[in-house]
């Protein structure tokens, strides 16, 4: 298990995972859709960002989807990361001897 903020609780992957799904659905939201404001209107939070912000913000979600997505990939596919290498070699041997404690452990290299 990896630690996390020194208090021995293991790093849960299906709990990163859903919390990166979360902040990747907030950035498309609050990008695209409406929100009320006061007086009635309503528009997109960050609609009105600069050009440069919203490309620094753009950028950001897109490292996070990616995030995701290497996560989910793990959970969904784990056969296929172990036979192509990209799995380090506990990963391999824990999916063959304790694939609970795979499915659980966040790789070091994956936190990054």
Known sequence: FLETGG???????????DGLAEFDEWFHKWRTQDTPWLGGRSSPPLEGLPADEAGLLQQAQLKLHKSRLRLQDRLLLPQSAAATGGSPPLDTRLLRQDPALFFARVPPQEVK
């Open 7 to 17: 208090n021995n609780l293991p790093c849960q992957r299906w709990r990163v995972t």
